[in-house]
């Protein structure tokens, strides 16, 4: 390497050498040489380290002291590979042990709501950190795990789906229920027909709303805990957000629910009741859990269908009143014989439905679906300032819900039961825009 340098560099090399690292030329430095000296000396010295720093590269290469491929790599391709959707890791599953007299039976009170929904929601929280950044902005949410005081949870199944809209399924029995087995058959059933429908079809690329979520309540109201063979109720509710709408001031959403009822008459083996009165309502200035307030600004801007007698079937309807390019949906709905009143209260921002039935009605005795539906408005700005919204209340009472006439004494409830509820949780997420 020494040799590869000029000898008139070299010379000069040496010469820096003697006069200012050894000691006693640092000395004589300060007295023999010239500032002309010292100049033509500290170029010389410059273009020395430049050529041994040339010269080394190829040695270093040779005796394969070069930096690792790891140390090379930048933070970008540090990062794993893109991670691909498993929807069992985004699936919570919770039942209760079908044998009370197993060695592990389940305590009376069922599942535990609060534990249900925490694990949910650290679930979705865990899909957002590891997709969020990956999505369209829109909302993301689930319902709370709010069971009636006069019922428990026996199965509670929940799935973040991979558009991050979230179902969730809550099966329950009356507070003094100690046979799960009715609720686990309906709950697996539900979880190997419909969880998968839903989970394949969600993929498929489709116009119109965004679903946020959807989410499934229903109790069996039988004699073990009710006292009389009344009969089998269910609500699904679909929540969600018009991402086409062009209103830069307002976010509209939907609300579109299925309610079955399935009389003791039918689905109760000497049970002698009939469908009769059930109340369904979405109320959207419902304040959820403390410090979470309903969207700011909310209007109930339409709700379908209105005040209609049966029995027949109509086509419901809802749409976004833009002025400018939005969504609209409609589908078909069965009105019972005698008819679907009208009970709702605009200026309160709740739209309501009575479902009334005619005791001598095929409908009355057998199962039976109403679909209604509802939107609202609210301020964009305020609604998307990343805090937790109630977005919706659903509520379906049936404490009137089936009615037997007897030929001594008429009987109609269950009277004591409280109603089915639930309420969407929702934020704003800004996806991959930002």
């Known amino acids: 390497m020494w040799s590869a340098i000029p000898p008139s560099v070299q010379r000069r090399a040496v010469l820096f050498v003697d006069f200012y690292l050894m000691p006693q030329g640092r000395h004589i430095a300060k007295e023999a040489c010239t500032v002309e000296q010292k100049r033509r000396i500290g170029w010389d010295v410059l273009l020395l380290l430049l050529l041994i720093a040339a010269i080394s590269i190829p040695i270093v290469t040779a005796l394969g002291l070069q930096p690792t491929e790891e140390a090379c790599t930048t933070a970008t391709d540090a990062l794993s590979p893109e991670k691909e959707y498993d929807p069992e890791e985004y699936t919570l599953v919770r039942m209760v042990a079908s044998d009370p007299d197993t060695a592990d039976k389940t305590p009376d009170q069922g599942l535990e709501p ?152 039918h689905c109760f083996q000497g049970s002698g009741f009939r469908n009769h009165i059930f109340e369904v309502s979405h109320n959207w200035m419902h304040n959820g859990y403390p410090g979470c307030e309903h969207l700011p600004y909310v209007d109930l801007s339409e709700y379908s269908p209105g005040q209609t007698p049966g029995y027949t079937s109509v086509t419901a309807s809802l749409s976004s009143s833009t002025g400018g390019i939005g969504t609209s949906m409609s589908w078909t709905t069965e009105i019972p014989d005698y008819r679907v009143d009208d009970d709702s209260h605009p200026a309160n921002q709740v739209a309501k439905w009575d479902e009334v039935f005619n005791y001598d009605a095929a409908c009355s005795q057998t199962n039976f679906v109403f679909r209604p539906g509802s939107t609202a408005t609210c301020g964009q700005s305020t609604a998307r300032d990343g805090r937790i ?46």
């Open 389 to 434: 919204y109630s977005i919706c209340r659903v509520e379906m009472d049936c404490h009137r819900g089936w009615f037997y006439d007897g030929l001594l004494l008429d009987k109609m409830g269950p009277r004591n039961a409280r109603p089915l509820v639930y309420n969407l949780y929702a934020h704003w997420e800004n996806g991959w825009t930002t």
């Open 114 to 265: 609060t534990t249900l929904e925490k694990e949910s929601r650290a679930l979705l929280e865990k899909f957002t950190l590891e997709f969020g950044e990956k999505l369209p902005p829109g909302y993301l949410g689930m319902a709370g795990v709010t069971p009636p005081e006069d019922a428990k949870v026996g199965a509670y199944i929940f799935r973040v789906l991979p558009t991050g809209e979230t179902i969730q399924y809550t099966g329950l029995c009356g507070i003094g229920c100690r046979d799960y087995s009715d609720v686990l058959e309906r709950a697996n059933e539900w979880k190997e027909t419909e969880l998968i429908a839903r989970t394949n079809e969600v993929r498929e690329t489709k116009s119109g709303p965004s679903p946020i979520s959807t989410t499934i309540l229903d109790c069996s109201y039988d004699s073990q805990e009710y006292g009389e063979d009344y009969g089998y109720a269910k609500i699904k509710s679909t929540y969600y957000w018009d991402n086409v709408e062009t209103d830069r001031h307002h976010d509209y959403f939907y609300v579109k629910s299925q309610v079955q009822t399935d009389p003791g008459v």
